[in-house]
């Protein structure tokens, strides 16, 4: 983004009051917030269950003709399907705006992907992450089934209980917050922030904390069933 900032670059494109912007409701509230500072209205698009960023089809209903861009979010590694987007972007000539997560060193990545494949050939009980040779792994998000947020979060505390540390990447959409509230369903978004986990992606080559954390949600996994 050329070292400049969402916010930057929406007031460098001289959007502002008047303007709707297209934006996840599953991340962080400072993407939407940007919007609301340059005096623009974010506009929330649901997500793809698989890759958790921006669904193409969902920006598409959800642009109209206040639409003047999109911020898209590359989530958890998973890059977003962005010539999709950007073609969406050039039909109704709108500004395309990427957040990428902070991937670090190709040593880093390929010691995560190594470890992200132990987990994906061992984990039960769980629906790993769909493979993918761009994944960088940033976090490893899987899904808990069950009956959503209170399985996931029962499944969680089980888990620390066990001294495997993981985290709720996203724990209200902000389409649900009060800041954002707006009285839409986001069916993808909202089942998301129910049941994703993110698990340690302790590396490859310690192999005890791995077995660690496989063995905990393994153990977990059964006593969960699909809704």
Same mark, same amino acid.
């Given at each position: &983004?050329?070292?400049?900032?969402?916010?930057? &670059? %929406?007031?460098?494109?001289? @959007?502002?009051?008047?303007?709707?912007?297209?934006?996840?409701? =599953?991340?962080?509230?400072?993407? *939407?917030? *940007?919007?609301?500072?340059?005096?623009?209205?974010?506009?929330?698009?649901? @997500?793809?269950?698989?890759?958790?960023?921006?669904?193409?089809?969902?920006?598409?209903?959800?642009?109209?003709?206040?639409? *003047?861009?999109?911020?898209? +979010?590359?989530? =958890?590694?998973?890059?977003?399907? &962005?010539?999709? %987007?950007?073609?969406?972007?050039?039909?109704?000539?709108?500004?395309?705006?990427? $957040?990428?997560? !902070? +991937?670090?060193?190709?040593? /880093?990545?390929? /010691?995560?992907?190594?470890?992200?494949?132990? %987990?994906?050939?061992?984990?039960?009980?769980?629906?790993?992450?769909?493979?993918?040779?761009?994944?960088?792994?940033?976090?490893?998000? +899987?899904?808990?089934?069950?009956?959503?947020?209170?399985?996931?979060?029962? =499944?969680?505390?089980?888990?620390?209980?066990?001294? #495997?540390?993981?985290?709720?990447? #996203?724990?209200?959409?902000?389409?649900?917050?009060?800041?954002?509230?707006?009285? @839409?369903?986001?069916?993808?978004? $909202?089942?998301?922030?129910?049941?994703?986990?993110?698990?340690?992606?302790?590396? !490859?080559?310690?192999?005890?904390?791995?077995?660690?954390?496989?063995?905990?949600?393994?153990?977990?996994?059964?006593?969960?069933?699909?809704?």
């Amino acid at each position: &983004m050329c070292g400049m900032g969402t916010e930057e &670059m %929406l007031r460098a494109a001289g @959007i502002g009051r008047g303007d709707e912007v297209v934006v996840p409701a =599953f991340g962080r509230a400072d993407v *939407a917030g *940007a919007v609301v500072a340059v005096g623009a209205q974010p506009v929330f698009a649901d @997500i793809d269950p698989h890759t958790y960023c921006l669904d193409a089809e969902a920006v598409a209903a959800a642009t109209g003709p206040r639409t *003047a861009a999109m911020v898209v +979010v590359h989530r =958890f590694g998973r890059p977003a399907p &962005m010539w999709r %987007l950007r073609a969406h972007g050039e039909r109704h000539r709108l500004l395309v705006l990427e $957040e990428r997560d !902070a +991937v670090g060193q190709p040593a /880093e990545v390929t /010691e995560r992907r190594k470890a992200a494949d132990h %987990l994906d050939q061992r984990l039960r009980g769980v629906a790993t992450p769909e493979r993918d040779r761009e994944h960088t792994y940033t976090q490893y998000v +899987v899904r808990v089934p069950g009956n959503g947020r209170p399985d996931r979060d029962a =499944f969680a505390r089980a888990l620390k209980a066990r001294g #495997v540390a993981c985290s709720v990447p #996203v724990k209200t959409p902000l389409h649900r917050t009060a800041d954002h509230w707006r009285d @839409i369903r986001l069916p993808a978004t $909202e089942r998301a922030a129910d049941d994703t986990l993110a698990l340690p992606l302790v590396p !490859a080559g310690e192999r005890r904390g791995l077995h660690r954390v496989v063995s905990a949600c393994n153990a977990l996994g059964g006593l969960l069933q699909p809704a």
